[in-house]
């Protein structure tokens, strides 16, 4: 049981809302724009309405794995791993041969708030009124700091153990997916060492 929570987890997340909704209006938006099935290709290609369309789906794609799992094997740790493998799964979707292109940033915030809603949004709100202060425009840089440090908050705030590990798998993806998806253009770089700082902190060489 604990397995087919996990593989449902992973189906669930690997479903393409970005790329299905670029398929119906006749584009396919893993070749135009940023070449990823996101949100903020979406908002590139198509505009802002179908961005937050697109970005609601994701967000709750590894909540709907988490409940699922949840109500299936009745632990809360199993329904954390289903929804850090729906964040897998719209990474890198079976359905798409495993390239998808994203980088899971609306479906890890959907899992960090529903994991733990008061920490997620004290780091966001700080983060986004520190990006707003000193002018920084760079949205990568500012959720690299994010996925960084709410492990560590949901310690401060005296919440369970699996919450943590559950919050650094969650960063740990992050990282993965920026380093995979960038990890291709590295051939003829020089300096690798600062290109892959680049991708951490930027998502870009």
């Known amino acids: 049981m604990i397995l087919l929570a996990i593989i449902l987890g992973y189906l669930i997340g690997a479903i393409p809302i970005g790329y ?31 961005a937050v369309c697109v970005f609601l789906g994701d967000f ?40 998808g292109e994203g980088r899971g940033l609306a479906s890890s915030l959907g899992l960090l708030y529903f994991l733990a809603p008061i920490e997620t949004i004290i780091c966001f709100s700080f983060l986004l009124f ?20 709410i492990p560590w908050v949901t310690l401060l705030f005296h919440k369970p153990i699996r919450l943590f590990w559950l919050c650094l798998g969650v960063s740990i993806l992050a990282f993965i997916a920026r ?18 700082l680049n991708l951490l902190l930027f998502d870009k060489l």
């Open 60 to 99: 709750l794609k590894p909540i709907l794995a988490l409940l699922l799992a949840r109500a299936i094997t009745g632990s809360e740790l199993v329904g954390g791993v289903a929804g850090i493998f729906a964040i897998v799964g719209h990474n890198w979707p079976i359905y798409l041969k495993f390239k």
């Open 179 to 196: 380093i995979l998806g960038g990890i291709g253009k590295l051939r003829g770089v020089k300096n690798k060492h600062k290109a892959m």
């Open 130 to 149: 520190l990006g707003i202060v000193i002018k920084l425009r760079s949205t990568p840089i500012l959720t690299f700091v994010l996925f960084c440090i």
């Open 20 to 50: 299905i909704f670029g398929k119906i209006k006749g584009i396919n938006i893993r070749e135009v724009g940023f070449k990823r099935i996101g949100a903020s290709n979406i908002h590139k290609t198509f505009g802002f309405l179908p």
